[in-house]
């Protein structure tokens, strides 16, 4: 190969290395530590009540308001956890009998309070009532649950709460729901999905509620 032949490609590969090497670099991948996405996690939040502690993320995203919980009981005995509707919404299709219930939802100016509770038989009273439904924890026991609401069904919230009513369980209020019910479970020491509440039990609730969670900051609100 002559002198001429090599001097005619070499400048061109010299020219593009230059150009290469003024390009921006790609960065390296660096370590994930706690910190990178710590603007990403949930807001959380406890709440301890006399029979129930209540630990809750929440999880804004757009329109969707999500909320995670674990109940755990805190008392000296069995808890019912009025998370699992009423017994007309099942019966009409519109509920699964053990599922966690929609939420119901209130709002006065730009504060939205989202609540699971039980509620008390309307009056006049309706011919299918809607029984309260509950999980049922033991002594000890904790309960993992979640829901979503669509704040589209809103307009100008500011200000964000949820409510979880609490109380003791007893043999003489409660009894399983005849559509949540394993006879296999019950007879071998296990639980129904969900139990049915008399509406007694609606003034000896416990309300266990978040402090407000305030859209804009994303955070909630420190009294």
């Not at 010299?14 to 790609?26: D, Y």
């Not at 309706?126 to 033991?138: H, I, N």
């Not at 704040?151 to 409510?163: A, D, F, H, N, Q």
Request: proline share 7%; net charge negative; hydrophobic share 40%.
């Amino acid at each position: 190969m002559s002198p001429t032949f090599r001097a005619r490609h070499a400048l061109p590969i010299a020219i593009a290395a230059a150009m290469l090497s003024i390009l921006p670099q790609p960065s390296q991948a660096q370590p994930e530590t706690s910190k990178m996405h710590e603007e990403d996690r949930p807001a959380r939040t406890a709440v301890d009540g006399g029979q129930a502690r209540l630990e809750v993320a929440f999880d804004p995203v757009g329109e969707r308001f999500a909320v995670r919980y674990r109940v755990t009981n805190t008392g000296d005995g069995p808890l019912a956890v009025f998370d699992r509707g009423d017994r007309h919404a099942v019966l009409t299709g519109r509920l699964e009998s053990g599922a966690i219930a929609m939420p119901r939802f209130t709002q006065e100016g730009g504060d939205l309070s989202l609540d699971h509770a039980a509620r008390a038989l309307p009056d006049p009273a309706p011919t299918v009532p809607p029984v309260p439904l509950a999980a049922r924890l033991g002594k000890g026991e904790a309960l993992d649950g979640a829901f979503e609401f669509d704040l589209s069904l809103t307009v100008g919230v500011e200000r964000v709460r949820w409510c979880l009513g609490v109380a003791a369980f007893n043999d003489k209020d409660y009894r399983a729901d005849d559509r949540s019910v394993d006879r296999s479970k019950l007879a071998s020491g296990g639980d129904a999905d969900a139990w049915q509440a008399s509406f007694a039990v609606v003034d000896a609730q416990e309300m266990l509620c978040t402090p407000w969670y305030v859209l804009a900051d994303g955070g909630f609100a420190v009294d």
